[in-house]
């Protein structure tokens, strides 16, 4: 958190919204961690518990993260609660299902930090995707529907949905951010591009979660509301 007494901010903010996570969340902070360690940043690492009923927000809290509350359901209520918590230069928000590599955030955080953008956005579909990490629903739903927000706000974006992405906190501050469902990928998009900021986007290695779990994504609601927001907005 920023010091208001001497005015001091963390190089990087990793927001992790966590929905009962416990069996991948512990991995997914330590490879965070080890990232900052490894490239010397001051950081902070905040897991948005969004209700979960398992062990989840012990175990974060175990392993040094910040836990924040987050009782209102909802993929996008969580990480506006994380962004609006975070304090960080450069804030990166990943899903701590452990299928995205947090040691791995230099394509993202560096263009944020050096200043050559103002959002940075993960392409799965450009890196590498192991067999299987990605159902083919999804393969064939989400390049489909990025295609209309590419048409819509006249972004270069392939991959609208990508649970990896960052942005500086200056950016942040120029945002209006609104949506509490899975739209708001959508959405963080749309109002960077409304506001003329600086959108990048880079591959990102996307595996299979090391545990089963349930998934939170379903797939016709969602894409249903992706969709209702690109045409209503």
């Known amino acids: 958190m920023t010091d208001t007494e001497t005015g001091f901010r963390p190089d990087l903010s990793v927001v992790m919204p966590c929905l009962n996570e416990e069996a991948n969340l512990a991995f997914c902070v330590r490879q965070a961690q080890a990232y900052l360690a490894e490239r010397g940043l001051n950081g902070e690492i ?21 836990v924040v509350s987050e009782p209102r359901r909802g993929y996008g209520r969580a990480l506006r609660t994380g962004l609006e918590r975070s304090s960080g230069d450069v804030i990166i928000l990943g899903d701590c299902d452990s299928t995205y590599d947090f040691r791995r955030l230099d394509p993202l955080y560096r263009p944020l930090a050096e200043g050559r953008a103002d959002m940075m956005i993960g392409n799965r579909f450009a890196g590498q995707m192991e067999r299987g990490a990605m159902p083919l629903l999804h393969r ?37 951010l609104r949506t509490d469902g899975m739209e708001f990928a959508t959405e963080l998009i749309a109002e960077a591009a ?10 990102v290695p996307l595996r299979k979660s090391r545990y089963a779990r349930k998934p939170k994504l379903r797939t016709f609601r969602d894409g249903f509301r992706h969709l209702r927001y690109i045409l209503k907005s």
């Open 46 to 66: 905040l897991v948005v518990d969004n209700g979960s009923t398992d062990r989840s927000a012990a175990i974060a809290a175990s392993c040094g993260a910040v």
């Open 140 to 176: 064939l739903g989400v390049p489909l529907l990025s295609l209309c927000g590419r048409l819509r706000w006249h972004v270069r974006i392939r991959d609208f949905h990508c649970g990896l992405r960052g942005l500086s906190h200056s950016a942040l501050e120029r945002l209006e």
């Open 194 to 203: 409304r506001k003329s900021l600086r959108i990048g986007e880079v591959p």
